[in-house]
T-cell receptor
Framework: DAGVTQSPTHLIKTRGQQVTLRCSPKSGHDTVSWYQQALGQGPQFIFQYYEEEERQRGNFPDRFSGHQFPNYSSELNVNALLLGDSALYLC??????????????FGPGTRLLVL | QKEVEQDPGPLSVPEGAIVSLNCTYSNSAFQYFMWYRQYSRKGPELLMYTYSSGNKEDGRFTAQVDKSSKYISLFIRDSQPSDSATYLCAMNRSGGSYIPTFGRGTSLIVHP
């Protein structure tokens, strides 16, 4: 049973560039959430996708956008990169049943470095 | 004040010791409490999941929730060097979508 997978594993960009990160959820899961984890900090919620729509959003600027595809995979896009965007970006998947969600399972993350 | 407070450590213990990891929180609406283990440069892995107050045991791990004190703990018995990792507490309100609030994590080092 494949768990949550993310690509790429590492990425180096320069300020002002744009980046796209990808996530495939655990088999059977239909909900994908994205988190940003700065060094020495806990994960911070960016947004969640369900049924190809953004269901909830954390306190992140609209430079951060996403998409969910019919096969439940998801992309995170960040425009106009800032040095402060350097972090580990985590994808988590879960199964939703109406308003209820089961526990989230995390992928290994994509480490983004902005120079 | 952050909603979830967690001492970042590092906490260094000898192999075989009993480890106690703790978090405090301020939001009384939290009902679901989780502990994640995160190895260096990896994603968090769910260890324990409890609802409301009480204890839950799974092998060498025991999770405790004291809602009256807004305090949760994770105990690790017979600690091993392979337990060396960062331990994140997380908690969630009842109802609605599952978006946990995380602590910053405690770094644990178990030395042989």
């Amino acid at each position: 049973d494949a768990g949550v997978t993310q690509s790429p594993t590492h990425l180096i960009k320069t300020r002002g560039q744009q980046v796209t990160l990808r996530c495939s959820p655990k088999s059977g899961h239909d909900t994908v959430s994205w988190y940003q984890q700065a060094l020495g900090q806990g994960p911070q919620f960016i947004f969640q996708y369900y049924e190809e729509e953004e269901r909830q959003r954390g306190n992140f600027p609209d430079r951060f956008s996403g998409h969910q595809f019919p096969n439940y995979s998801s992309e995170l896009n960040v425009n106009a990169l800032l040095l402060g965007d350097s972090a580990l970006y985590l994808c988590a998947s879960s199964l939703s049943a109406g308003e209820y969600q089961e526990t989230q399972y995390f992928g290994p993350g994509t480490r983004l470095l902005v120079l | 004040q952050k909603e979830v407070e967690q001492d970042p450590g590092p906490l260094s213990v000898p192999e075989g010791a009993i480890v106690s990891l703790n978090c405090t929180y301020s939001n009384s609406a939290f009902q679901y409490f989780m502990w994640y283990r995160q190895y260096s440069r990896k994603g968090p892995e769910l260890l324990m999941y409890t609802y409301s107050s009480g204890n839950k045991e799974d092998g060498r791990f025991t999770a405790q929730v004291d809602k009256s004190s807004k305090y949760i703990s994770l105990f690790i018995r017979d600690s091993q060097p392979s337990d060396s990792a960062t331990y994140l507490c997380a908690m969630n309100r009842s109802g609605g979508s599952y978006i946990p609030t995380f602590g910053r994590g405690t770094s644990l080092i178990v030395h042989p």
